[in-house]
């Protein structure tokens, strides 16, 4: 089946460091991935869709200059999470699909934490 | 937008008894609607899913329900396990086959054996 690898699995680093999680898509090619954020004990939330080879589309509320997405490859998006500080901490979990009329696969997230 | 509402919160069952989880959502127009299970500090894990020309789908002793007229579905677990224990989050996809996510607030299962 399809599937989804992210990088690293957990970061702790300093305020005011920029991280960068990894998101490939192991046996299949996917020209749109998401990123998803979620909070202890609580949903996931679509923070942005990236595409590859164009600029990522970002839902509302989500800083585009403090989460850089970039998605260069057919297997590989990236998100940076820049300058990051204690409230940026989450757990951060991609997506992708073969197909758009596919199920969405996720990765096994990255637990980011900023002290 | 599209809202999806999921309850209960929490669901505590014995083992070999099922559990019903419902949602309900908003946007008409959503036609996909994929169930995950999420165990602690992984990913969420696709369990099931149902598309709207469907009324049901079954996959041993996991069934996923579809009302499109009242705007819910329901998972129906049988015969639970003590691994069935997770999170649970039913979504609508807004968009269609499967993209962009909207997802419900969880529902925390506990399995007693």
């Known amino acids: 089946g399809a599937v989804v690898s992210q990088h690293p699995s957990r970061v702790i680093c300093k305020s005011g460091t920029s991280v960068k999680i990894e998101c490939r898509s192991l046996?299949?090619?996917?020209?749109?991935m998401f990123w998803y954020r979620q909070f202890p004990k609580q949903s996931l939330m679509l923070m942005a869709t990236?595409?590859?080879?164009?600029?990522?589309?970002?839902e509302q509320g989500v800083e585009k200059d403090k989460f850089l997405i970039n998605h260069a490859s057919l297997t590989l998006s990236t998100l940076t999470v820049t300058s990051a500080h204690p409230e940026d901490s989450s757990f951060y979990i991609c997506?992708?699909?073969?197909?758009?009329?596919?199920?969405?696969?996720f990765g096994d997230g990255t637990r980011l934490s900023i002290l | 937008g599209e809202n999806v509402e999921q309850h209960p919160s929490t669901l505590s069952v014995q083992e070999g008894d099922s559990a019903v989880i419902k949602c309900t959502y908003s946007?008409?127009?959503?036609?996909?609607f994929p169930w995950y299970k999420q165990e602690l500090g992984k990913g969420p894990q696709l369990i099931i899913d149902?598309?709207?020309?469907?009324g049901e789908k079954k996959d041993q002793r996991i069934a996923v329900t579809l009302n499109k007229t009242a705007k819910h579905f329901s998972l129906h677990i049988t015969e639970t396990q003590p691994e069935d224990s997770a999170v649970y989050f039913c979504?609508?996809?807004?968009?269609?086959?499967?993209?962009?996510?909207?997802f419900g607030a969880g529902t925390i299962l506990r399995v007693k054996s």
């Open positions: 997506s992708a699909s073969p197909r758009s009329d596919q199920p969405q696969h």
């Open positions: 046996d299949f090619q996917a020209t749109t």
């Open positions: 990236s595409n590859e080879g164009s600029k990522a589309t970002y």
């Open positions: 946007d008409s127009a959503s036609n996909y």
């Open positions: 149902i598309r709207s020309n469907v």
């Open positions: 979504a609508a996809d807004p968009m269609e086959y499967g993209n962009k996510l909207v």
